[in-house]
């Protein structure tokens, strides 16, 4: 294979995210409903998410535990994942389930006014009023 196949193939991980990200991108643009919308946003964050942790992971690393007496020696950082990744990650999972629901809250708001989750719809009835 080529020097160019090898570096596409060997960050999948990483095409994968761009991919989910765009998809959720394109359904907060071009989709006119606001649950499809808001079902893009929370795309578009899991994809934020799952780059990050990705970007945390190491291979052949271990978990950053440092036994008694350890200290004393010379500690190389490259043998041991970063953990500061993940668990921002663990809080961002928390806003997004968050916002899912608030956002979902405020469409059933919407839709017990409008009659309607279509954002055409509602941006007529609202020039109308």
């Given at each position: 294979?080529?020097?160019?196949?090898?570096?596409?193939?060997?960050?999948?991980?990483?095409?994968?995210?761009?991919?989910?990200?765009?998809?959720?991108?394109?359904?907060?643009?071009?989709?006119?409903?606001?649950?499809?919308?808001?079902?893009?946003?929370?795309?578009?964050?899991?994809?934020?998410?799952?780059?990050?942790?990705?970007?945390?992971?190491?291979?052949?690393?271990?978990?950053?535990?440092?036994?008694?007496?350890?200290?004393?020696?010379?500690?190389?950082?490259?043998l041991?994942?970063?953990?500061?990744?993940?668990?921002?990650?663990?809080?961002?999972?928390?806003?997004?389930?968050?916002?899912?629901?608030?956002?979902?809250?405020?469409?059933?708001?919407?839709?017990?006014?409008?009659?309607?989750?279509?954002?055409?719809?509602i941006?007529?009835?609202?020039?109308?009023?």
């Amino acid at each position: 294979m080529s020097d160019l196949m090898v570096a596409i193939l060997g960050k999948y991980n990483y095409w994968l995210c761009v991919i989910l990200m765009m998809i959720g991108l394109y359904a907060m643009i071009a989709k006119n409903n606001l649950i499809k919308k808001l079902v893009g946003m929370n795309i578009f964050q899991t994809s934020i998410i799952l780059f990050y942790v990705s970007v945390g992971c190491k291979e052949g690393a271990t978990i950053p535990i440092l036994h008694h007496g350890a200290g004393h020696h010379g500690v190389d950082p490259t043998l041991y994942i970063n953990p500061l990744p993940h668990v921002l990650m663990l809080t961002a999972i928390v806003v997004s389930v968050s916002t899912f629901g608030v956002a979902l809250a405020l469409a059933i708001k919407v839709y017990r006014k409008h009659k309607t989750l279509e954002e055409d719809e509602i941006l007529m009835q609202l020039r109308s009023e």
